[in-house]
């Protein structure tokens, strides 16, 4: 089963930072991952598919990149909104990384 | 517009079987798998198994073989996901998603289960 590994698992941040989010497979996944982001009490919202694609209505501060074992998650410039948890997940198993709560410093 | 709507909040007994509903809208139900999604509380997400609505198949997480069964009703374009011999350990918010070719697109409002005796 392919595992990921997904880092850091806490994030403090200011409001204009850039901020990356790592996510590790434990074997190539080409680029069969996706992103989320899940607000406390809320279902995770869909951010990135295809390592890369952004998802229609999502703002274009988020980028992701990577294929095969390594890919990140970029947010170019923080806005209060932004803080939340954010998980990756490799579309083979559908498993998802540990995830990674992004917080104001 | 797509949407995913799910039964209420249930509290049930160690041992006891619970079933959660997911009510489909806005899309083509036998189209797009629907797959199981918990979070227990302060943890992260774990996948548990899709059903493909079309034709009825499933697929488990192997942790939860023997333990979930996940089913349709495709007249009222709806999924279920049952799950038994129910421990504290499964407290949890359960939650259904669309899924796309690439990821789960779009979610259920969560459902969440609490095991208790």
């Known amino acids: 089963d392919i595992q990921v590994t997904q880092s850091p698992s806490t994030l403090s941040a200011s409001v204009g930072d850039r901020v990356t989010i790592t996510c590790r497979a434990s074997?190539?996944?080409?680029?069969?991952l996706a992103w989320y982001q899940q607000k406390p009490g809320k279902a995770p919202k869909l951010l990135i598919y295809?390592?890369?694609n952004l998802e229609s209505g999502v703002p274009s501060r988020f980028s992701g990149s990577g294929s095969g074992t390594e890919f990140t998650l970029t947010i170019s410039s923080l806005q209060p909104d932004d803080f939340a948890t954010y998980y990756c997940?490799?579309?083979?198993?559908?498993?998802f990384g540990q995830g990674t709560k992004l917080e104001i410093k | 517009q797509v949407q995913l709507v799910q039964s209420g909040a249930e509290v049930k007994k160690p041992g006891a079987s619970v079933r959660v509903s997911c009510k489909t809208s806005?899309?083509?139900?036998?189209?797009?798998?629907t797959h199981w999604v918990r979070q227990a509380p302060g943890q992260g997400l774990e996948w548990m198994g899709w059903?493909?609505?079309?034709?009825?198949?499933?697929h488990y997480a192997q942790k939860f073989q023997g333990s979930v069964t996940m089913t349709r009703d495709t007249s009222i374009t709806t999924a279920y996901m049952e799950l038994s011999r129910l421990r504290s350990d499964d407290t949890a918010v359960y939650y259904c998603?669309?899924?796309?070719?690439?990821?789960?697109?779009?979610w259920g409002q969560g459902t969440l289960v609490t095991v208790s005796s």
């Open positions: 998603a669309r899924g796309g070719t690439y990821s789960f697109d779009h």
């Open positions: 806005g899309y083509t139900f036998t189209a797009y798998y």
């Open positions: 059903i493909n609505p079309n034709s009825g198949g499933t």
């Open positions: 074997q190539s996944i080409s680029r069969w």
């Open positions: 295809r390592a890369s």
């Open positions: 997940q490799q579309y083979n198993s559908y498993r």
